[in-house]
Nanobody, 121 residues
Framework: QVQLVESGGGLVQAGGSLRLSCAASGSIFRVNVMGWYRQAPGKQRELVAVVISGGSTNYADSVKGRFTISRDNTKNTVHLQMNSLKPEDTATYYC???????????????WGQGTLVTVSS
C-alpha cells in the first residue's frame, strides 16, 4: 500500500512564505507524477502545481511566479515553496502521486491527508 505523508502547513501573514513537503512510501516501482492541489472552504479542489518524472512542471495561473515545485526522484518526495502568500491562498493543500507498483502494472493515484495553510491579512 502506498502512502503520502505531508508536512509544512501552518499560519502565516500575507507576504510570508511556507514550504510544504510530501513523501511517498510503500510498494512503488516508479512515481510518474507528483503534485499539489488545494481546496478552500466551499470550493472545488484545484490544481496548484505538478511535476513529472522528467522534471517538467505545470502551475496554476494564480500561483505562477510565487510558488515553486521541486522533486527528489530518489526519495519520492515533492516540495512546494510558497512565497508572497496571499489570503486567497488559504486552503487545505493535498499532495498527489501517480505511480506504478511494478513495471508491468498500470498507473494508480494516491492522495495525502491534507495540510492546512492559512494566510492572514
Amino acid at each position: 500500500q502506498v502512502q503520502l505523508v505531508e508536512s509544512g502547513g501552518g499560519l502565516v501573514q500575507a507576504g510570508g512564505s511556507l514550504r510544504l513537503s510530501c513523501a511517498a512510501s510503500g510498494s512503488i516501482f516508479r512515481v510518474n507524477v507528483m503534485g499539489w492541489y488545494r481546496q478552500a472552504p466551499g470550493k472545488q479542489r484545484e490544481l496548484v502545481a505538478v511535476v513529472i518524472s522528467g522534471g517538467s512542471t505545470n502551475y496554476a495561473d494564480s500561483v505562477k511566479g510565487r510558488f515553486t515545485i521541486s522533486r527528489d526522484n530518489t526519495k519520492n518526495t515533492v516540495h512546494l515553496q510558497m512565497n508572497s502568500l496571499k489570503p486567497e491562498d488559504t486552503a487545505t493543500y493535498y499532495c498527489n502521486a501517480v505511480f506504478q507498483e511494478t513495471l508491468f502494472t498500470g498507473s494508480s493515484s494516491v492522495w495525502g491527508q491534507g495540510t492546512l495553510v492559512t494566510v492572514s491579512s
